[in-house]
């Protein structure tokens, strides 16, 4: 399964923009970029996904490198509700399952 | 339109007992995914159904876990005498196709305790 490095934490204060980097540098070409999210005690929520452009929904935006071993997940006004474990998933071509790694647990000061 | 659900939301069983999950895809999906949470680690794949099939089961323990995902009704992870390494969070999810691009929908889990 492809391997994706995200950092075990970060903190980000309350309606500021967060940045949460993903690199995945043994990407193939037929690989989809995808986002989740799990808030404490709940079970994991779809963000966001992306193949090769950058893409926009109404929780963030994910920009993708040009040569695609790396992404960013970005959160343009965090909320306390916006802190969760963020999981960056290569789905690759023919594989339905999602292959979770630690993650990266985002705390958001008030 | 609904979301995945699950039933039970806690399930407390003893060891040699076993242990019935049931998932609700979302109306309109037909492929259904189990995960498990360890407590204090990630999440695990367990097995890809569609109806009536099981499409994936590579992340299934070879003994005491079955599922099935029968043509009318909820999906059913089924685990035969439990023991306290089974109490987990178990998660499902479902999507309308399984293409790698297609979102996969979560419930709120199961939380199974062993005693």
């Known amino acids: 399964d492809a391997k994706t490095t995200q950092p075990n934490s970060m903190e980000s204060n309350e309606e500021e923009p967060v940045h949460l980097p993903c690199n995945h540098s043994?990407?193939?070409?037929?690989?989809?970029i995808h986002w989740y999210r799990q808030l404490p005690s709940q079970g994991p929520e779809y963000v966001i996904h992306?193949?090769?452009s950058n893409v926009n929904n109404r929780m963030a935006s994910l920009a993708i490198a040009e040569d695609r071993k790396s992404s960013t997940l970005i959160l343009h006004r965090a909320t306390l509700r916006d802190a969760a474990v963020y999981y960056c998933?290569?789905?690759?071509?023919?594989?339905?399952?999602?292959?979770f790694g630690k993650g990266t647990k985002l705390t958001v000061n008030p | 339109n609904a979301g995945v659900m699950q039933n039970p939301r806690h399930l407390v069983r003893r060891r040699g007992q076993e242990a019935r999950l049931r998932c609700s895809p979302m109306?309109?999906?037909?492929?259904v995914y189990w995960y498990r949470q360890l407590p204090e680690e990630g999440l695990k794949f367990m097995v890809y159904l569609q109806k009536e099939n099981i499409i994936d089961e590579s992340g299934m323990p070879k003994e005491r876990f079955s599922a099935e995902f029968p043509k009318e009704g909820p999906s059913i992870l089924r685990i035969q005498q439990v023991v306290r390494g089974d109490s987990a969070a178990y998660f499902c999810?479902?999507?309308?196709?399984?293409?790698?691009?297609?979102?996969?929908?979560f419930g709120p889990g199961t939380r199974l305790t062993v005693l």
């Open positions: 998933i290569l789905n690759q071509g023919g594989s339905e399952k999602l292959v």
């Open positions: 992306g193949l090769t």
């Open positions: 999810a479902s999507s309308v196709t399984g293409l790698e691009a297609d979102t996969q929908y």
């Open positions: 043994t990407i193939s070409g037929t690989d989809y």
């Open positions: 109306k309109g999906h037909s492929h």
